[in-house]
């Protein structure tokens, strides 16, 4: 009787094992311009602020990234979040949650606009510190003692950073700002999940969109190096982490976040995202949805004149002034993982669920994995 008991317990924990699991990134833009009015939001739950948990609902990750949910230190927002989701049905028990760069005074002029208090003078832009931040939630317990974060590695730091300089070849705006300017305009996170399969590195960030700037470029060199600082981990860097320094783990990974980069279209630096996509430890899925296709034939204007096939979309940005809808948001496993599934949540105009899409201007993106 026990010998029958103990294969069952085997067989059903190897069919647990064999469940893919859903993985995903969303910018939920859940970010608000003053500390407490998410948490307000959160608590009465408007119908724009609603719409993002149907859609988190209806795709119904295991795993979730979102990007734009301000921080604060006790988690409030947090747990309103997750008591919205378990509402809906889907229960994500775990998190992780950490401070942000946003909002964090430097106090020093890193715009050159010859003033050091504005929101483009914190570590990384934000009217109060927290805004525009990152949780990543979970079905799976997560192991913060092996997790890591990076929010005050400095720009400067990571192999092959390029900082911007003046014309002139000084540094911009100050050799000041160059000393104590962070990479990451939120954090950069390695954060160890144990699914059913075997332990799930997720690495998570939420780079500066590479506009609002001058000549100097200074956001678009800052995007590339938050993006290629993943590419330095991959191969085996050891980085001052906040903890201490971290190589990363042999161990197999997905990739999240809004990057603000598309590899075809806009305005960021393409030789930063395309190093990562093309990387020997990354697969690129290459999520698509319809959507997303006639959304850009609907909407014309920028979208007429892009290079990059628009079913990848997942941002619908402006079509007049640009720069159209464009691929940002990604969900990147590693190449030792099998790709069951993925896609991009964009509904197509007219469909029962095409009210969804006005959750956000990003799509939440998606990907089912295994082991092999």
């Given at each position: 009787?026990?010998?029958?008991?103990?294969?069952?317990?085997?067989?059903?924990?190897?069919?647990?094992?064999?469940?893919?699991i859903?993985?995903?990134?969303?910018?939920?833009?859940?970010?608000?311009?003053?500390p407490?009015?998410?948490?307000?939001?959160?608590?009465?739950?408007?119908?724009?602020?609603?719409?993002?948990?149907?859609?988190?609902?209806?795709?119904?990750?295991?795993?979730?990234?979102?990007?734009e949910?301000?921080?604060?230190?006790?988690?409030?927002?947090?747990?309103?979040?997750?008591a919205?989701?378990?509402a809906?049905?889907?229960?994500?028990?775990?998190?992780?949650?950490?401070?942000s760069?946003?909002?964090?005074?430097s106090?020093?002029?890193?715009?050159?606009?010859?003033?050091?208090?504005?929101?483009?003078?914190?570590?990384?832009?934000?009217?109060?510190?927290?805004?525009y931040g990152?949780?990543?939630?979970s079905?799976?317990?997560?192991a913060?003692?092996d997790?890591?974060?990076?929010?005050?590695l400095?720009?400067?730091?990571?192999?092959?950073?390029?900082?911007?300089?003046?014309?002139?070849?000084?540094p911009?705006?100050?050799?000041e700002?160059?000393?104590?300017?962070?990479?990451?305009s939120k954090?950069?996170?390695?954060?160890?999940?144990?699914?059913?399969?075997?332990r799930?590195?997720?690495?998570?960030?939420?780079?500066?969109?590479?506009?609002?700037?001058?000549?100097e470029?200074h956001n678009?060199?800052?995007?590339?190096?938050?993006i290629?600082?993943w590419?330095?981990?991959?191969?085996?860097?050891?980085?001052?982490?906040?903890?201490?320094p971290r190589?990363?783990?042999?161990?197999?990974?997905?990739?999240?976040?809004?990057?603000?980069?598309?590899?075809?279209?806009?305005?960021?630096?393409?030789?930063?995202?395309?190093?990562?996509?093309?990387?020997?430890?990354?697969?690129?899925?290459?999520?698509?949805?319809?959507?997303?296709?006639?959304?850009?034939?609907?909407?014309?204007g920028?979208n007429?004149?892009q290079?990059?096939?628009?079913?990848?979309?997942?941002?619908?940005?402006?079509?007049?002034?640009?720069?159209?809808?464009?691929?940002?948001d990604?969900?990147?496993?590693?190449?030792?993982?099998?790709?069951?599934?993925?896609g991009?949540?964009?509904?197509?105009?007219?469909?029962?669920?095409?009210?969804?899409?006005?959750a956000?201007?990003?799509?939440?993106?998606?990907?089912?994995i295994?082991?092999?």
């Open positions: 009787m026990r010998g029958w008991l103990t294969g069952l317990v085997l067989l059903c924990a190897a069919s647990a094992a064999a469940e893919p859903r993985v995903a990134t969303f910018n939920a833009s859940l970010s608000r311009n003053g407490g009015v998410l948490v307000g939001d959160l608590l009465d739950q408007p119908p724009e602020t609603a719409l993002a948990f149907d859609v988190i609902a209806q795709v119904r990750p295991d795993i979730l990234l979102l990007n949910v301000d921080y604060d230190a006790g988690g409030e927002a947090a747990g309103l979040l997750r919205a989701l378990a809906r049905g889907l229960e994500l028990s775990h998190r992780f949650l950490a401070p760069n946003t909002g964090v005074p106090g020093v002029d890193l715009n050159g606009d010859g003033t050091a208090t504005g929101p483009a003078d914190a570590h990384g832009f934000g009217r109060f510190p927290g805004q990152m949780l990543l939630l079905r799976f317990p997560i913060e003692a997790s890591a974060t990076f929010q005050t400095l720009w400067r730091d990571p192999p092959g950073a390029t900082l911007p300089v003046t014309p002139a070849g000084a911009f705006p100050s050799a700002a160059h000393a104590l300017w962070r990479l990451s954090s950069h996170w390695d954060v160890a999940v144990d699914t059913p399969a075997g799930l590195h997720v690495f998570a960030s939420h780079p500066t969109p590479p506009v609002f700037d001058g000549p470029d678009g060199l800052r995007n590339r190096d938050e290629l600082f590419v330095r981990y991959l191969d085996g860097a050891v980085l001052p982490a906040d903890g201490g190589q990363r783990a042999a161990a197999p990974f997905v990739l999240l976040g809004d990057l603000n980069a598309d590899p075809a279209d806009g305005d960021g630096l393409r030789d930063g995202i395309g190093t990562l996509l093309n990387h020997a430890l990354i697969q690129d899925p290459g999520q698509t949805s319809e959507g997303g296709r006639r959304a850009a034939a609907q909407q014309g920028a007429s004149g290079s990059g096939d628009p079913a990848k979309d997942t941002a619908d940005f402006n079509d007049e002034r640009g720069p159209g809808n464009l691929r940002v990604y969900a990147l496993p590693s190449a030792d993982l099998r790709v069951v599934d993925s991009v949540f964009w509904p197509e105009p007219g469909a029962a669920d095409a009210a969804l899409a006005k956000s201007d990003h799509r939440l993106v998606w990907v089912d295994d082991w092999p």
